[in-house]
C-alpha cells in the first residue's frame, strides 16, 4: 500500500504540537522529520547546546510505530565516567564492589522496542565507543561482569553538539561509529539566525510561566526588541530561563526593557563576535567575511564593494569566492 504524506494543514498541526517558530529552516528540518520518523533509519541530530534537539528526537519518536514504547534519553556529558558503562550496558550481580546481587538492566536494555536518544554522544569515552558500536550492529547487549547476551530492539537517535568529523580527523571518535551514526543527519539552527522566532519563543514561555505562578504579564514592544538583537549563546534554553526569571521578578503588568538582565546590554567583543574557542585569527577572519557577505548583498557588485571598503575589486571577488563556499562557523 503506497505511503501518503499529510496534507499541509495537517503537517502545520503535527509541527506546531511540538516546535515553536515559523522559520523557513526550522519547517524544512521539522517536514524532514515527519517524512522520515515513521521508518527506523538511524539519524543524527547536531546543533549547539540550548536549540532543542532533544525536543526534535521527541518529535521522531512520536511520530514513529515505536511511540507506545519507551523513549530513553541518556546524557552522555552527564553521567561520571566510572558509572557510565554499567548504566548503559546494566550489570550482573557483584560485578563490582557496591553492585546490587540482583544486577541491574542498563539504560540501553529498558529502552527494548522503543527509541534510544543519546544525547551528547560525543562525551562517551573512546573504549565505550567501541562496545556501543557492537550493539548497534548486533542489537545485544551483555552486562557488566556477565557473559550472556541479551537481544534489544531499538531505533536509534543520537546528539551532538561538537564537530563529530573534526573529532574523528582528531582520533577522539571512531570512524565507524560516527558512519554507522550518520545515516541522516539534521542541523538545528541557533535561535540568533532566526530571530523572527524570538517573540513567539517569548509569548510561549510568558503564557507558561504566567499559568505556573498564577501571573498575567506581558512583554513590552521595547524589552522583545532589545531580547531580538541579544545573541542568546545559550539558546533556547536560555531564553526560557531569562523569561521565567522576568515572569518572577516582575511587579507590574508589563515586562518592559529597563527590567531586562544587565547582560543584554553589556556585550563584550567576545560575545560579539563569538570568539570563545577561535583564534584571533579565526575571529578577525568571521568579521571580515559577515562584512564582505552583508556589504556585497546590500551594494550587489564587487566594484561597489571595493570602492566601500577600500580595497580592489580583485580582493574582494577572491574573499568571496573563499567565504560563500565556507560554511557558516558562528
Known amino acids: 500500500m503506497k505511503r501518503t504524506e499529510p496534507e499541509p494543514q495537517v ?12 522559520d523557513p529552516e526550522i519547517k524544512r528540518i521539522t517536514d524532514t522529520i515527519l517524512r522520515i520518523a515513521p521508518f527506523d533509519a538511524t539519524v543524527l541530530l547536531m546543533g549547539e547546546s540550548g536549540v532543542g534537539k532533544n525536543l526534535f528526537a521527541g518529535m521522531l519518536h512520536s511520530f514513529n510505530k515505536r511511540k507506545d514504547f519507551p523513549f530513553v534519553t541518556i546524557d552522555c556529558g552527564a553521567i561520571p565516567e566510572n558509572l557510565l558503562e554499567s548504566e548503559l550496558f546494566g550489570y ?4 563490582f564492589t557496591g553492585a546490587s546481587r540482583k544486577g541491574k538492566a542498563g539504560l540501553i536494555e529498558t529502552a527494548d522496542r522503543g527509541t534510544l536518544f543519546l544525547d551528547e554522544i560525543s562525551d562517551l569515552p573512546l573504549p565505550l565507543q567501541a562496545k556501543l558500536l557492537k550493539v548497534i550492529q548486533e542489537k545485544k547487549v551483555t552486562r557488566v561482569g556477565g557473559i550472556q547476551e541479551k537481544s534489544v530492539d531499538f531505533r536509534l537517535i543520537a546528539a551532538t553538539n561538537e564537530d563529530i568529523p573534526g573529532l574523528v580527523e582528531r582520533g577522539d571518535f571512531r ?5 554507522r551514526l550518520n545515516v541522516i543527519s539534521i542541523t538545528i539552527p541557533p535561535i540568533r539566525k532566526r530571530k523572527g522566532d524570538i517573540p513567539r519563543f517569548i509569548d510561549h514561555f510568558a503564557a507558561k510561566y504566567n499559568e505556573k505562578y498564577g501571573k498575567n504579564l506581558v512583554f513590552s514592544d521595547g524589552a522583545v526588541e532589545r531580547m531580538k538583537r541579544y545573541p542568546w549563546p545559550g539558546n533556547v ?11 518572577l521578578i516582575a511587579d507590574d503588568s508589563v515586562v518592559t526593557e529597563d ?16 570568539g570563545e574557542g577561535k583564534t584571533l585569527k579565526q575571529i578577525l577572519e568571521s568579521v571580515e567575511k559577515e562584512i564582505l557577505l552583508e556589504a556585497y548583498e546590500e551594494l550587489g557588485a564587487t566594484t561597489k564593494v571595493a570602492k566601500a571598503l577600500g580595497i580592489s575589486q580583485a580582493s574582494v571577488s577572491l574573499k568571496l569566492n573563499k567565504y560563500k563556499n565556507r560554511p557558516d562557523e558562528r
Open 11 to 22: 503537517r502545520e498541526r503535527q509541527r506546531e504540537n511540538f516546535i515553536i517558530g515559523a
Open 92 to 95: 550482573e550481580g557483584g560485578a
Open 175 to 179: 570512524r565507524d561509529l560516527f558512519y
Open 237 to 247: 534554553r536560555e531564553l526560557e530561563n531569562t523569561v521565567e526569571g522576568l515572569i
Open 259 to 274: 527590567m531586562l538582565p544587565a547582560s543584554m546590554y553589556a556585550e563584550t567583543a567576545m560575545e560579539k563576535y563569538h
